[in-house]
């Protein structure tokens, strides 16, 4: 199994950007799909972004598109958010999921389908 340590969250102001790492432990992350998912204080955890384990696809929720970019370093079984132009309701808990996959460009957004999490990093934006 492999599991998820986040890191990189933190405070920034509105239109700023953080960069959030995701790495793996336990095994190799190749063969696991991956993806980001956020908590907002007293709301329902959210599907942010995804990427296949090949790296060949990604997909991204509505309200983040053209402003962060998943991707993944499958040398160091690292995967990363790029966050850009932040706004104050990006504020949140973020947590890193993995779910295996059998084809290499498979991803899924459904929160249910991933097998294993990280605790989650704060990143708060300040307007």
């Known amino acids: 199994q492999v599991q998820p340590v986040e890191s990189g969250g933190g405070l920034v102001q509105a239109g700023g950007s953080l960069r959030l790492s995701c790495a793996a432990s336990?095994?190799?992350?190749?063969?696991?799909?991956m993806g980001w998912f956020r908590q907002a204080p007293g709301k329902e955890r959210e599907f942010v972004a995804a990427i296949s384990w090949s790296a060949g696809s990604t997909y991204y929720a509505d309200s983040v598109k053209g402003r962060f970019t998943i991707n993944r370093d499958n040398a160091k079984n690292t995967v990363y958010l790029q966050m850009n132009s932040l706004k104050p309701e990006d504020t949140a808990v973020y947590y890193c999921?993995?779910?295996?996959?059998?084809?290499?460009?498979?991803?899924?957004?459904?929160?249910?389908?991933?097998?294993?999490w990280g605790q989650g990093t704060q990143v708060t934006v300040s307007s």
């Open positions: 999921a993995a779910v295996s996959k059998y084809y290499s460009n498979s991803y899924t957004a459904r929160e249910w389908e991933y097998d294993y």
């Open positions: 336990g095994r190799t992350a190749r063969g696991y799909a």
